[in-house]
Nanobody
C-alpha cells in the first residue's frame, strides 16, 4: 500500500505561487498514475491535475496554464507548481492515485489565497 504525505501549503496573496509536494513510500511509486485533488469548503472534492507513470499530464480547465504537475520517481515524490493563484484556488489539496480508493485520503495541505 502507498503511504502519501502532502506538504507545502500555506497563505499566499493573489497572483502568488506555491509548490506542493507529495512524498510516497511503501510501494513501487513509478507504476501509479498520480493526481492532485482539492476540496473547498462546501464543495465536492475535484481532480486538479494528473500525471501518468509515463509522464502524460492533464488538468482541470480552471487551472490550465497556471498549475504544473510533475513527478520524480527516484524520490517517490509528486509536485504541484501553482502560479498566478486566485482566491478561488483556496482549498485543502490532496494527492492520491489517479483512481483512489474511497478510504485512502490523507490529511492534505491547506492552501489559502487571500489579500
Amino acid at each position: 500500500q502507498v503511504q502519501l504525505v502532502e506538504s507545502g501549503g500555506g497563505l499566499v496573496q493573489p497572483g502568488g505561487s506555491l509548490r506542493l509536494s507529495c512524498a510516497a513510500s511503501g510501494s513501487i511509486f513509478s507504476i501509479y498514475a498520480m493526481g492532485w485533488y482539492r476540496q473547498a469548503p462546501g464543495k465536492q472534492r475535484e481532480l486538479v491535475a494528473i500525471i501518468t507513470g509515463g509522464g502524460t499530464t492533464n488538468y482541470a480547465d480552471s487551472v490550465k496554464g497556471r498549475f504544473t504537475i510533475s513527478r520524480d520517481n527516484a524520490k517517490k515524490t509528486v509536485y504541484l507548481q501553482m502560479n498566478s493563484l486566485k482566491p478561488e484556488d483556496t482549498a485543502v489539496y490532496y494527492c492520491n492515485k489517479g483512481s483512489p480508493a474511497t478510504n485512502s485520503w490523507g490529511q492534505g495541505t491547506q492552501v489559502t489565497v487571500s489579500s
